[in-house]
């Protein structure tokens, strides 16, 4: 089973909401990451988790916020965030993060900010 | 120079057709080395791990050459489902970051 599981679907949100985009993965990987897709254009990375610590910040605005409850939760809290952060926003996860493994993808959560 | 470049699409072949993609990358320390699928509006699925001894999953075949610092994808007989976007995918060493580099991707379109 690769599965990556990510709630919600679509998020709709002003720019005064405070809202989270929730992951999970039951693989038991160690390592997982946020990513975020603009149209036409590939992922990028935001965020990696391994063993539960923050190891990278692909110097994220502060607007976004990360949070890893346990080993197979990851949360994007959000908060303030303006229109242009709308993005498909993606959640991912490898077995762990030095060894070069492949990462699996969630669904994705469709962020619109207006 | 791009980290990864892939060919630029989109590529219009009709079903049946053989179609290859190639990509290229600039660390020569990079360790591992992937071609993964994205549908529209969908996530980026695993297509395939590249392995240097090159590696077959029925219509589909992945070449590495450390060499010269390039991977291919070979579909044969392609199929109506095969469009998608294509991505090349490297992962950088550890001790340099340990990231995923995703080339901008080709899209494929197979006419009926």
């Known amino acids: 089973d690769t599965e990556v599981t990510q709630t919600p679907k679509h998020l709709v949100m002003g720019m005064t909401n405070k809202k989270s985009l929730k992951c999970e993965q039951h693989?038991?990987?160690?390592?997982m990451y946020w990513y975020k897709q603009k149209a036409k254009k590939p992922p990028e990375l935001m965020f990696v988790?391994?063993?539960?610590?923050?190891?990278i910040n692909e110097s994220v605005p502060s607007r976004f916020s990360p949070e890893c409850p346990n080993s197979s939760l990851l949360n994007l809290h959000l908060h303030a965030l303006q229109p242009e952060d709308s993005a498909l926003y993606l959640c991912?996860?490898?077995?762990?993060?030095?060894?070069?493994?492949?990462?699996?993808f969630g669904p994705g959560t469709r962020l619109t900010v207006t | 120079r791009k980290e990864v470049e892939q060919d630029p699409g989109p590529f219009n072949v009709p079903e049946g057709a053989t179609v290859a993609f190639n990509c290229t990358y600039s660390?020569?320390?990079?360790?591992?080395f992937f071609w993964y699928r994205q549908d529209c509006r969908k996530e980026p699925k695993l297509l395939m791990s590249?392995?240097?001894s090159g590696n077959e999953d029925g219509r589909f075949t992945a070449q590495l050459n450390r060499a010269s610092q390039y991977i291919s994808l070979l579909i044969r007989d392609s199929k109506l489902s095969d469009s998608a976007t294509y991505l090349c995918v490297v992962n950088s060493p550890y001790n340099q970051g340990g990231k995923l580099i995703f080339g901008q991707g080709t899209e494929l379109s197979v006419k009926p």
């Open positions: 693989m038991g990987h160690r390592a």
């Open positions: 660390n020569s320390a990079s360790q591992s």
């Open positions: 991912a996860s490898s077995q762990d993060w030095t060894g070069g493994g492949e990462q699996y």
């Open positions: 590249v392995y240097s």
């Open positions: 988790y391994s063993y539960e610590k923050l190891s």
